[in-house]
């Protein structure tokens, strides 16, 4: 038997979608996410919960509704990606984007007996300096990335539209507000620092999204793990969610098929943490 838990393939297929179509029949699905695109729809998967539809703003101001999903046990979940994502929108421009929006919808969950966050996606690189003042309860922080804050902009804001001439001003912009650095803060263009300064745990979303999945329950009776994404290239290495599978399934003693719809600079060293490679997803 196999287990097929592969993340987005941004632009393409959701997590569930891709797991889906990559299964054969008797195989196990587990869709996974970081914290970035699909996580509400994996832990739905996972955990079961009820989606709710509330209105908030896109990173230019535009109302549309977005999914929030209330868990059986009452925790609330937010996924950064649905409000202020890259999906969508006609323009980019990091100097403008607000993040407010999901600010906002925030406010709205302050009373929830827990708040799970899933930062990833966002086309923002504004650190909530426009939010509104907020006291959290209980919150986790399901982050894609570890980058510190300082680094976040130069990393992350060309490929959300910033020119190279763009990066000091808005580095200079995010350390301005006064917010923490370290690891995990650069999230969601700064949204990391703005919620650990606001007392949320941050933590590797990869990591604690498969501890709360029951990855290792679910690998039980297979002897063969299925992952992968949009694209493998270097940044796969950086602690992206089909690497952590890989590492976590062959801890397990399971064989991996890495699964990537693309090849990207840098393929080759990211490829060696899996047993097979594969490509495409027709």
Do not use: N
């Amino acid at each position: 038997m196999r287990l097929v838990c592969p993340t987005a393939f941004k632009g393409t297929f959701s997590p569930l979608e891709a797991a889906r179509r990559l299964a054969r029949p008797g195989d196990r699905i587990l869709p996974v996410s970081d914290g970035g695109d699909g996580f509400l729809e994996c832990l739905r998967h996972a955990l079961g919960g009820a989606l709710e539809r509330h209105e908030a703003a896109d990173p230019f101001g535009v109302l549309r509704p977005v999914p929030v999903l209330r868990l059986p046990d009452g925790t609330v979940a937010l996924e950064c990606a649905q409000v202020i994502g890259l999906a969508g929108l006609a323009e980019l421009d990091p100097l403008r984007a607000s993040s407010q929006g999901f600010g906002a919808l925030i406010a709205r969950f302050v009373d929830a007996p827990r708040l799970w966050i899933g930062l990833g996606g966002s086309a923002t690189v504004d650190g909530g300096g426009d939010w509104p003042p907020l006291r959290l309860p209980p919150t986790a922080v399901f982050c894609d990335v570890a980058t510190d804050l300082r680094q976040t902009a130069a990393r992350f804001g060309p490929q959300k539209g910033a020119r190279p001439e763009d990066v000091p001003r808005l580095t200079e912009r995010l350390l301005g507000l006064g917010l923490p650095t370290g690891p995990f803060t650069g999230a969601a263009g700064g949204l990391g620092a703005k919620l650990k300064s606001l007392g949320a745990e941050l933590q590797d979303g990869a990591m604690a999204f498969l501890a709360l999945a029951g990855f290792d329950r679910a690998c039980e009776g297979c002897d063969e793990v299925l992952t992968g994404e949009g694209r493998l290239d270097a940044g796969t290495l950086e602690g992206k969610l089909p690497i952590r599978v890989a590492q976590r399934a062959h801890a397990l003693g399971l064989r991996v098929i890495g699964h990537f719809g693309a090849k990207g600079e840098g393929w080759e060293a990211a490829g060696s943490g899996f047993d097979e490679l594969r490509f495409g997803l027709d």
